[in-house]
């Protein structure tokens, strides 16, 4: 078992803005392009990031990560790479991992509401049908599929870092997920916490406590460290 599992989402994006805006205007693009792995940080997402490693340079060595995974996301890595700068502190060189993506959408990456209803017009019922869980987009992976990947990462975490402190950088399905994971949580248990916590927000801290030898829920969705927005 690890000591520590911090999950940390990415700061602010680009997609983060762009597609709410888009989606309130019914906008069939969103002034975002390209892949969703290299989609990258917006200055207040760097902000974030920076203050995040403000956070890191308070904790005692004691304290500090012995271990950093992030997803292989643009936006992931960068929010390591500039908390990381922002600590100033002799921190380990972060490694990623696939299994940290964010849910993979399939034919559906990078699209608008619009667009979507628009050139799959047979989704929604297809969604519903299948139940948000186990619903899986042309190509992509479900909320059920993120679990699988999760636990075999989780598996592994705990065989090669036994004892050790870990930060994970990813994104909000893989820390809701993490959650699941954790503490075998059904999917209306999952609903649950989305209610009473809120979304996973952007540059949020996640913390589980391994000292007991059993991964025990600290804190979730913590957001006292960035600068008012």
Do not use: C
């Not at 308070?58 to 908390?83: C, G, K, M, N």
């Not at 009473?196 to 991964?215: C, Q």
């Amino acid at each position: 078992m690890v000591a520590e599992l911090i999950l940390v989402r990415h700061g602010q994006s680009l997609a983060n803005v762009a597609f709410p805006a888009a989606d309130e205007d019914e906008l069939m693009e969103a002034a975002v392009s390209g892949r969703d792995a290299e989609v990258p940080l917006t200055a207040t997402g760097a902000e974030q990031a920076a203050a995040l490693g403000r956070w890191l340079a308070t904790l005692p060595e004691d304290r500090r990560p012995q271990v950093v995974i992030t997803s292989p996301y643009l936006r992931a890595r960068e929010t390591w790479r500039i908390a990381a700068e922002s600590a100033g502190l002799a921190l380990p060189e972060p490694r990623t991992d696939d299994r940290l993506v964010d849910r993979l959408m399939g034919e559906l990456e990078l699209l608008t509401r619009a667009a979507v209803a628009a050139r799959f017009p047979d989704e929604a019922a297809r969604r519903a049908k299948a139940g948000e869980f186990e619903y899986a987009p042309p190509g992509g992976e479900s909320f059920a599929d993120i679990a699988v990947r999760l636990t075999s990462f989780l598996d592994d975490l705990h065989a090669d870092h036994a004892g050790e402190r870990v930060i994970v950088v990813a994104h909000d399905a893989v820390v809701l997920m993490m959650r699941a994971v954790i503490e075998q949580l059904s999917w209306d248990e999952v609903l649950e916490v989305e209610r009473d916590a809120g979304s996973v927000r952007n540059a949020s801290i996640s913390r589980f406590d391994g000292s007991s030898g059993t991964l025990t829920l600290d804190r979730y969705n913590v957001i006292d460290h960035l600068p008012p927005a």
